[in-house]
T-cell receptor
Framework: NAGVTQTPKFRVLKTGQSMTLLCAQD?????MYWYRQDPGMGLRLIHY???????AKGEVPDGYNVSRLKKQNFLLGLESAAPSQTSVYFC????????????????FGPGTRLTVL | RKEVEQDPGPFNVPEGATVAFNCTYS??????FFWYRQDCRKEPKLLMS???SGNEDGRFTAQLNRASQYISLLIRDSKLSDSATYLC??????????FGSGTQLTVLP
């Protein structure tokens, strides 16, 4: 049982390049999330999904796109990377929608450290 | 104003000490409350959920004060392994979980 995995673990991009981050979970969770974490800012929600084939915008969606074609996978795309997107990206999944219940948790992947030059 | 505010610390305490963290939140309609722990350069992991009546898990006690809109975390008999950043997480105004920026704890030998 791997939980939540993310690939790649590290990446360096040049401004204007594109890339896709892959998140996979093997817990059959409906809900999946992409966050970014910057120093002093806490985790901020980029996009999320409430089930296969669905996506929705979070707090900071600009410059990112996502897709959830399979229940176990959630992809985050950067179409034209900018230095402001230098960050640590975490994927998470959960069984329940945790804004309304405290009886579950989000399971996080190990993160992707992205640097945009 | 941030939706979730925490004292960033750092809190440096000796082994065996008791330490308390507070977290204030702005959304009076928040329904879910958590404390997560994040080790350096690692992913966050759930430490404990916070329930209205308060709850305890070993050396850790969490309290919720809805009237004053804050939650607290008390760690008794601190261990070196408790050194980490503690994240306060609550339901935000957009009905999604909102994370505080964390409080850094270092337990000294």
């Amino acid at each position: 049982n791997a939980g939540v995995t993310q690939t790649p673990k590290f990446r360096v991009l040049k401004t204007g390049q594109s890339m896709t981050l892959l998140c996979a979970q093997d817990m059959n969770h409906e809900y999946m999330y992409w966050y970014r974490q910057d120093p002093g800012m806490g985790l901020r929600l980029i996009h999320y999904s409430v089930g296969e084939g669905t996506t929705a915008k979070g707090e900071v969606p600009d410059g990112y796109n996502v897709s959830r074609l399979k229940k176990q996978n959630f992809l985050l795309g950067l179409e034209s990377a900018a230095p402001s997107q230098t960050s640590v990206y975490f994927c998470a999944s959960s069984y329940a929608w945790l804004a309304f219940t405290s009886v579950d948790t989000q399971y996080f992947g190990p993160g992707t450290r992205l640097t945009v030059l | 104003r941030k939706e979730v505010e925490q004292d960033p610390g750092p809190f440096n305490v000796p082994e065996g000490a008791t330490v308390a963290f507070n977290c204030t939140y702005s959304n009076s309609a928040s329904q879910s409350f958590f404390w997560y722990r994040q080790d350096c350069r690692k992913e966050p992991k759930l430490l404990m959920s916070v329930y209205s009546s308060g709850n305890e898990d070993g050396r850790f006690t969490a309290q919720l004060n809805r009237a004053s809109q804050y939650i607290s975390l008390l760690i008794r008999d601190s261990k070196l392994s408790d050194s980490a950043t503690y994240l306060c997480v609550v339901t935000g105004s957009a009905r999604q979980l909102t994370f505080g920026s964390g409080t850094q704890l270092t337990v000294l030998p």
